[in-house]
């Protein structure tokens, strides 16, 4: 569990990054930080593991502050993937996913062993290990270093905007994994993002920002659809413009679903889902969902 | 008789080419001289250089102290320094130690600042120290242009090294102070052909060692440079990323 405690931070600058935040985020669930540039989602994110101190406030995991924690030793025992990888070019993609156990001291071999286990966990091909980062596709890339992150098991994995970089239909084939894989491990997962779908298809628990570092709303996606607490809120998801209003057609063999202005946004497969029960293991595209036409 | 046959006359004498001022023994002299000075240079101006490069701090300062220092005359500074020390070899030593300095400096935090900061950041954020950071990821990936500052101080100082030889008896300048006072320009020109012939030599070494020290995962931008080593130049920290195999239809 990770708790933010009144945590503000200002940049030398001056800029006002995050002002007030308080959030618990829950052990095993995904939470996401999701805003437009300027809304502090990265700051927040970099804050729990230390790679930006907050100005006032404080951060607990499981109970223990970080401010007391060794910055260094911290960031080994979480987990931390970043946007376009952030692996190192000069080393081969099993050395920069056993970088971290290494530098925790595992032997070369046992690191090299356990690292080509990860890569079977992330969808890789064995092949792949001995490639630079550089004869990778984007994708695969982050794959890696989804990998990377995983290699020490930590508890915490950090994401931020990991599939920024990637073109659409990897980043779905992505998030996908990522959904098989927490529901695999379990891990305490914080997702930055600034994609209201993205967000609502991983999230458990959504926190959407706004400029400044203010909370608008936190809930699971279905709470933040059905009730937006403001304006701000219904314009970011969309549900203002009709994006989300779906309705069902019937053409004949069966239901499709539409949106506002008539475009097609999904076609409707078994049982309507009485509201809230929403599950994650079941196809959750945002636009495919019936809730949406619920919440009208 | 003109240059040309008394230069060729002067360094086929087999005269020459034996004893304590044969060419063999300045030519190792003005070598040693040169790895000597580079060392002492290194030595100095790399963990300035890396500190700067790795901080992003002190660069301004930097750049001027360095500007300053190539502005000195180093003859000049060679009389000075010998008529504080005395006649030998350290002032020499210091003369050219300060002349190698500034593009070893330049080299050593040029080759830390061309790396791409998400890199860094990415190995600060899983856990890696301040110097695991430096030895591990800039140091690597910032070799590359620390021995091009290498390369372009050693053709400055092999060339600049004959002036060792106005306060010392040392080296190939010998040849030339001596040639000049004796008015034998077959000997002038054939120290001046030597000391060339030892910057090309040295200049082909260090083209090689730039060469070698890119790493191979910033070079390899596609399969077949691993498997057939061959060793296409790319320039150190260029974007090498390519999706697909377009790539390698066209080559």
């Known amino acids: ?296 | 008789m003109n240059f040309v046959t008394e230069t060729v006359a002067w360094l086929i004498d087999p005269a020459n080419w034996v004893g304590a001022g044969g060419i063999p023994t300045r030519l190792v002299q003005h070598l040693l001289f040169t790895l000597v000075t580079l060392v002492l240079a290194a030595v100095i101006a790399v963990p300035i250089g890396f500190l700067i490069g790795h901080t992003g701090r002190g660069r301004g300062l930097a750049v001027a102290t360095s500007g300053a220092f190539r502005a000195i005359p180093t003859l000049g500074l060679l009389t000075l320094v010998a008529l504080w020390v005395g006649i030998g070899l350290n002032a020499p030593y210091v003369a050219l130690t300060v002349l190698a300095i500034p593009p070893i400096l330049a080299g050593a935090y040029t080759g830390f600042e061309a790396i791409d900061r998400k890199i860094i950041d990415a190995a600060r954020a899983v856990g890696m120290s301040e110097a695991q950071i430096v030895l591990k990821v800039e140091l690597p990936l910032g070799l590359p242009l620390l021995i091009g500052g290498l390369r372009s101080a050693t053709l400055q100082v092999v060339a600049t090294a004959t002036l060792a030889a106005y306060v010392a008896d040392f080296g190939l300048g010998r040849y030339l102070f001596e040639g000049l006072r004796i008015r034998d320009y077959g000997e002038m020109l054939g120290g001046s052909i030597l000391v060339i012939l030892l910057a090309i030599v040295l200049e082909g070494v260090f083209a090689l060692a730039q060469k070698l020290v890119v790493p191979r995962g910033v070079t390899a931008g596609l399969p077949t440079d691993i498997r057939d080593g061959s060793s296409r130049s790319r320039p150190a920290m260029e974007s090498t990323i390519k999706e697909g195999t377009s790539h390698v239809r066209n080559e």
């Open chain 1, 1 to 296: 569990m990770i708790e933010f405690h009144s945590v503000t931070k200002r940049f030398p600058d001056g800029t006002l990054a995050v002002d007030d935040f308080s959030l618990v985020l829950p052990s095993h669930k995904i939470t996401v930080f999701v805003g437009t540039s300027g809304s502090g989602k990265t700051t927040l994110l970099r804050m729990i593991n230390r790679m930006v101190d907050p100005t006032s406030g404080s951060i607990e995991i499981d109970g223990a502050d970080i401010g007391t924690l060794e910055p260094v030793k911290l960031r080994r025992g979480i987990g931390y993937v970043m946007q376009n990888s952030g692996l190192l070019p000069h080393r081969r993609v099993i050395d920069n996913v056993a970088t971290v156990p290494m530098l925790r001291g595992m032997p070369k071999k046992k690191a090299r062993d356990e690292a080509l286990h990860l890569l079977d966990t992330v969808g890789l091909d064995r092949s792949l290990a001995n490639r630079y980062p550089s004869q990778l596709s984007g994708g695969q890339q982050q794959r890696v270093g989804v990998a990377r992150g995983l290699a020490v098991n930590p508890n915490i994995l950090l994401m931020d905007e990991p599939f920024g970089a990637v073109d659409p239909i990897v980043r779905a084939e992505l998030q996908q994994e990522l959904l098989r894989l927490q529901q695999e491990l379990g891990k305490t997962v914080v997702f930055v993002t600034h994609d209201i779908d993205e967000a609502f298809l991983l999230g458990d628990q959504v926190v959407i920002l706004r400029t400044g570092g203010k909370v608008a709303q936190v809930g699971s996606p279905a709470e933040i659809l059905a009730n937006p607490i403001d304006e701000f809120v219904a314009t970011f998801v969309g549900a203002d413009r009709g994006k989300r209003s779906l309705h069902l057609e019937n053409h004949g063999d069966g239901d499709i679903v539409v949106d506002e202005t008539g475009r097609l946004a999904g076609v409707l497969v078994g049982e309507r889902s009485s509201a809230g029960s929403e599950s994650k293991a079941g196809p959750r595209g945002p636009g495919a969902s019936a809730q949406g036409g619920d919440s009208r």
